[in-house]
């Protein structure tokens, strides 16, 4: 069975910093990995995914993600927080093709001024 | 625009009455997913249809059912209803399988 680990479901930065969110995750074939953000009162919007190839990844706003396989993680980061990045961020797993998809329980990013 | 549509946007209603939730996919998606987000219980997976047939059962309660139609929208269907079953709702559509493009949710409460 697959699962998605996401560390602090509240992680708060100051403007300009260094954002990283952390997500490990555990799948019994090689994974397909999301990060998805959900702004309030919205729907979830695919920030980046990785299927196979490179394991760095970009997405939109300036994300990206590394698939570390020996770590099993998929950590989100954006070099510089900008204050329209405040929303909460999911990470999901799949098996690929039509396989049910497993997203963690989110992380609330804060961006102070 | 995720081009996936849900209505009603909010929906308010009592304790053991019965509504259905819309969801219209993205032009030729085949998959229809269904979630119920609540603060307490976070993002949860319901169901998934493929091309009108069941193909993944998560967390949802016999109350509860859905259906995909041969023109690919889908409704869930949420009965008896009680306080708890007060949440967000979205539905999601893919097509290869792999990206699931959320609509914007229908807000549920039940009074």
């Known amino acids: 069975a697959q699962s998605v680990t996401q560390l602090g479901s509240h992680v708060s930065v100051s403007e300009g910093a260094l954002v990283l969110l952390r997500c490990n995750y555990s799948?019994?074939?090689?994974?397909?990995l999301f990060w998805y953000v959900q702004y309030p009162n919205q729907g979830l919007q695919l920030l980046l995914k990785y299927t196979t190839g490179a394991t760095l990844v970009k997405g939109i706003n300036g994300f990206e993600a590394e698939f570390k396989k020996s770590e099993t993680s998929f950590h989100l980061t954006k070099p510089s927080a900008h204050m329209s990045d405040a929303a909460e961020y999911f990470c999901?797993?799949?098996?690929?093709?039509?396989?049910?998809?497993?997203f963690g329980t989110g992380t609330k990013l804060q961006v102070i001024p | 625009d995720s081009g996936v549509t849900q209505t009603p946007k909010h929906l308010i209603t009592a304790t053991g009455q019965r509504v259905t939730l819309r969801c219209s996919p993205r032009?030729?998606?085949?998959?229809v997913y269904w979630y119920q987000q609540s603060l307490d219980q976070g993002l949860q997976f319901l169901i998934q249809?493929?091309?009108?047939?069941?193909?993944a059962k998560g967390n949802i309660l016999e109350r509860f059912s859905a259906q995909q139609f041969p023109d690919l929208h889908s409704e869930l269907n949420l009965s008896s209803l009680e306080l708890g079953d007060s949440a967000l709702y979205f539905c999601a559509s893919s097509s290869m399988g792999e990206t699931q493009y959320f609509g914007p949710g229908t807000r549920l409460l039940v009074l």
């Open positions: 799948s019994s074939v090689p994974p397909y």
């Open positions: 249809y493929y091309n009108g047939e069941e193909r």
């Open positions: 999901a797993v799949s098996e690929g093709g039509y396989q049910k998809v497993t």
């Open positions: 032009s030729g998606d085949l998959s």
